[in-house]
């Protein structure tokens, strides 16, 4: 995989760069495009080359990305006069530049200043309502606080105007079902599957939310998207697997075997037991009795 490969050879700079081999530059950028959390080196090395001139100017304009780079890793330090002096020099650079604002925002949330930081968002949103980046920053804000209630609000009001963001609707069930929301985190995974129907980890999530829900047409339903995330995984997914069998367990207890749509899935949790005991003997087998003996009392192991 060329993410494993790009990480590996991150790993591998980096001990050359801590140890003066140099690549301190080459280092920063991989980092940077990885999206890798290494504050303390990117602070290090960083401050390395800003403080030399003669590296620095080598940069051209990549200088100014370094420069933000290198205060985000601040930020990250609890280094805030550091962070303070590149949010300068990039203010200079940029004046008016609402990335730049952004960035003075960020700085002011990691100080825990959410009230300035509140108010610097709102002007920047003045002048750019559609700007993503700042609504996640609201939201962000809000649940750093402990107020999930505000992080809803900001989130519904964000998938109004970008609905297709699949990150926010994910994002917005995982805060519903930490609510115990359930009925809304269900309509927000129904978004989820609607919009990407082969996402194994969608369907799983709905059905957990429907059997958490519990009540007859639930259950019926759960069953089937814990099957179908069963087949979008090859048959390999644990946890769908046990949620086959416990949803049939369920079934058969509220229905007792008068549910004739059961009688003829009845094949089913048969073949997700099954499943389930070939996986445990080829990765746990000395958990293999446990698992027998839950199916057996489940009343569904063959």
């Known amino acids: ?9 991150m790993e591998r700079l980096e001990s050359q760069v801590e140890n003066g081999g140099g690549g301190a530059w080459e280092y920063l950028c991989l980092v940077r495009k990885l999206k890798a959390r290494r504050s303390n080196k990117v602070l290090k090395h960083g401050l390395s080359i800003l403080n030399d001139h003669r590296a ?6 990549e200088e100014w990305t370094l420069y933000e780079q290198v205060a985000f890793a601040a ?15 990039l203010s200079k650079q940029f004046p008016g530049s609402i990335r730049i604002g952004r960035v003075e925002g960020m700085l002011l949330e990691s100080k825990g200043a959410w009230a300035e930081a ?27 606080q402990g107020d999930l209630s505000a992080a809803v609000k ?16 994910r994002e917005l069930a995982e805060i519903y079902v930490s609510l115990q929301m359930y009925k809304q985190a269900a309509f927000c995974y129904e978004e989820l599957i609607l ?6 980890p969608y369907h799983l999530a709905y059905a957990e939310v429907l059997y958490t829900i519990g009540g ?22 644990t946890r769908a697997l046990y949620g086959v069998c416990s949803c049939s367990v369920a079934i058969r207890q509220l229905t007792k075997g008068r549910n004739k749509e059961e009688k003829e899935m009845s094949d089913l949790q048969t073949l997700a037991a099954e499943a389930l005991q070939r ?9 293999l009795p446990l698992l027998m003996s839950m199916l057996k009392n489940m009343k569904l192991n063959s």
């Open 1 to 9: 995989m060329v993410g494993a490969s790009e990480a590996a050879r």
């Open 56 to 61: 620095r100017s080598k940069l051209g304009a």
């Open 75 to 89: 930020m990250d330090c609890q280094q805030h006069d550091v962070a303070k002096d590149c949010i300068a020099v």
């Open 118 to 144: 509140e108010k610097v968002y709102a002007r920047l949103l003045d002048d750019s309502p559609l700007d993503q980046i700042i609504h996640k920053r609201k939201v962000a804000m809000a649940k750093a």
């Open 154 to 169: 900001f989130l519904n009001k964000y998938l109004e105007i970008f609905m297709a963001d699949h990150d926010a609707w």
């Open 195 to 200: 919009s990407q129907p082969t996402v194994p």
């Open 216 to 237: 007859l047409e639930n259950l019926q339903t759960a069953k089937k998207y814990y099957a179908s995330t069963v087949a979008l995984t090859g048959g390999k997914n």
């Open 279 to 287: 996986d445990y003997k080829q990765r746990a087998p000395n958990k």
